[in-house]
C-alpha cells in the first residue's frame, strides 16, 4: 500500500471491529468499531474510529476496500503471555503429577531433562512445544530449557522460525544431589552460559533473546548464583528462576543458605533480584519478602495449574498485587498439565475462589483481573510492556483474533452478546479453535503455513 505523505513505514494491514484489552487503569477496556492499521514493521501505526474510515485512508494513504472487517462474533485481543514455561518438559505433559515437588523433580523431570543431549530429540520437542503454544495464543513465552547449550540455542532457533517471541533460558545447576549426572561444574555452567548467551544475540533475532536461568537456589552453589548474576548484570539481560513454590523446599534453602534471612534474600545476595527479573511461584513468600520484590522490581509468575497439581500451595494474588509487586501468568509446563494459558487463566479465578471459601470476606479476582494478568499483566512481569502487552501506537501488534462461533468450536451462541460477554465465554469456555489467527509483530504466525509445519 502507498504511505500518503507519511514519512514512516507504510501502513501493511487495517483491521475494523471490536478490540479488546487491558490498560494500567482499567483490567478491561473495550473499543467497538475501531480501526487500526499496523505498518511495515509490525508495529500499530494508528487507532481511530470506524466514522474515520475516509480521512484515515487519507492520511495514512490506504484504500478503504483494503481493510479487514471483523464479524459480530470476532474480536482482537492481546496475544497471550507465559511467563513461565519448561519447554523441555513437554514431552511428559499432563502425566507425572502424583508427587510433591522435590520427589517430582528426581523421578520425572531430571531424566527426562537429560536426554537432551540428544539433539533430534530436542528438536522434535521443541518444534511441538512452539506449535502448540502458538496455536493456543501464546505469543510470547519465557522459556527454560535444560543444561545443553546447543539444544537451548536450538529452541531459540525454533522459536524464531515459527515466529514466537520468547526469552529462552539455558538452565544452569552445578548441584544435583539426586541425580549427579544431570548437572554441571561451576566453571562448565560459566562458559556454556557465556557461550549461549554470545551464540543466540549473535544470531540477531528480532524477537528471541537469552534468559539468565539458575534453575533455582538449592541446584545452585551460592558461588554460581553470584556469578550468574554478575553475567546477567554486564550483559543487562533477562534473568528467570524459582522461588517459595513448596514447604519443603523452602526448609531445604533454609538449611543451605543458613546465613540469609529469607529464600528472597539468597537471590539478593546474589543480585539475582532486578527489574528484569520474573520468579515463579511465590506460594509462600512472606509480606517482607513482597517488600524486597516491590523494591527491586523483580516480578512473580503465577503458575496456578501446577501448584495445585503438585499441592504445592495457592499464591494470594490478591496480597501480591496490593503490595505493587508485577505479576503475570504461567503454565509451567509440566508441573501444570497444560500448554494453553487458556487453562492458566481459570486456574488463576480457581485458586482465588479457593482462597474466598477458606475466608468468606477475601476479595474474589474478576475475570477481568486476570485477562489483565494474561496479557498486558505478562508483559509488565518480562519488562516488555513498553513493546507489547495492549493495543497502543507504537507497540508491536501481537493479537489474537477470536471467533466465538467457529465452526465446529465448543462454544455455543444462543443469542447476541455484547463484546464483554462473548470474552467472558471465551475465557472460561474457548479453545484453540476459537483462536483464528495469531499474530506477533504484525506478522500472521497462526494458521501455521507450510513453511513452518515442515
Not at 329 to 341: E, I, K, N, P, R
Not at 342 to 350: C, S
Not at 375 to 389: F, H, N, R, V
Request: proline share 4%; glycine share 6%.
Amino acid at each position: 500500500m502507498a504511505n500518503s505523505g507519511q514519512t514512516g513505514p507504510a501502513i501493511k494491514h487495517i483491521y475494523r471491529g471490536t478490540f479488546v484489552h487491558a490498560t494500567q487503569e482499567k483490567p478491561l477496556e473495550i473499543l467497538e468499531d475501531k480501526l487500526v492499521g499496523v505498518d511495515e514493521d509490525g508495529k500499530i501505526a494508528f487507532i481511530g474510529g470506524g466514522s474515520e474510515l475516509e480521512t484515515l485512508s487519507q492520511t495514512f494513504g490506504f484504500s478503504p476496500s483494503d481493510v479487514t472487517e471483523l464479524t459480530q462474533v470476532e474480536f482482537f485481543m492481546p496475544g497471550l503471555v507465559d511467563t513461565h514455561i519448561h519447554a523441555a518438559q513437554y514431552s511428559y505433559a499432563g502425566t507425572a503429577l502424583d508427587m510433591p515437588l522435590l520427589d517430582w523433580l528426581s523421578t520425572y523431570t531430571f531424566p527426562v531433562e537429560s536426554r537432551f543431549k540428544d539433539i533430534k530429540f530436542a528438536e522434535k520437542v521443541y518444534k511441538q512445544v512452539v506449535r502448540r503454544t502458538l496455536k493456543n495464543g501464546t505469543t510470547t513465552a519465557c522459556y527454560f530449557a535444560t543444561i545443553h547449550t546447543d539444544a537451548s540455542l536450538l529452541l531459540g532457533q525454533i522459536a524464531n522460525d515459527l515466529g514466537q517471541r520468547a526469552l529462552v533460558g539455558k538452565v544452569c545447576m552445578d548441584r544435583n544431589n539426586s541425580m549427579e549426572n544431570y548437572k554441571e561444574s561451576f566453571q562448565e555452567c560459566q562458559d556454556d552460559t557465556c557461550r549461549f548467551i554470545k551464540e543466540l544475540l549473535d544470531k540477531k533475532y528480532p524477537l528471541v533473546k537469552p534468559v539468565v536461568t539458575p534453575r533455582f537456589a538449592i541446584s545452585c552453589t551460592a558461588t554460581l548464583l553470584s556469578q550468574l548474576g554478575e553475567i546477567a548484570k554486564t550483559n543487562n539481560l533477562h534473568i528467570q528462576s524459582h522461588i517459595s513454590e513448596n514447604l519443603d523446599e523452602i526448609k531445604l534453602v533454609k538449611e543451605l543458605f543458613p546465613e540469609s534471612e529469607s529464600y528472597t534474600d539468597v537471590y539478593l545476595k546474589s543480585n539475582l533480584l532486578t527489574d528484569k527479573t520474573v520468579m515463579a511461584h511465590g506460594c509462600h513468600l512472606t509480606d517482607e519478602e513482597l517488600v524486597l520484590f516491590r523494591e527491586t522490581g523483580t516480578s512473580l509468575s503465577h503458575c496456578p495449574n501446577s501448584n495445585f497439581s503438585l499441592c504445592s500451595g495457592v499464591l494470594d494474588v490478591r496480597n501480591v498485587l496490593e503490595h505493587k509487586v508485577k505479576l503475570g501468568l504461567g503454565t509451567d509446563v509440566a508441573g501444570g498439565y497444560s500448554a494453553s494459558m487458556l487453562d492458566a487463566v481459570r486456574k488463576a479465578l480457581e485458586a482465588s475462589k479457593v482462597l474466598t471459601i477458606q475466608k468468606p470476606t477475601y476479595k474474589t479476582l474478576s475475570f477481568e483481573e486476570v485477562f489483565r494478568l494474561a496479557t498486558l499483566g505478562g508483559s509488565q512481569a518480562l519488562s516488555l510492556d513498553d513493546q507489547i502487552g495492549n493495543f497502543e501506537v507504537g507497540k508491536d501488534f501481537d493479537a489474537l483474533r477470536i471467533n466465538i462461533a467457529a465452526p465446529g468450536g465448543p462454544i455455543d451462541l444462543i443469542q447476541q452478546e455484547e463484546p464483554k460477554i462473548l470474552l467472558e465465554k471465551f475465557l472460561h469456555l474457548g479453545d484453540d479453535r476459537n483462536i483464528v489467527q495469531v499474530f506477533v509483530a504484525g506478522k500472521k504466525v497462526v494458521p501455521l503455513t507450510e513453511q513452518t509445519t515442515e
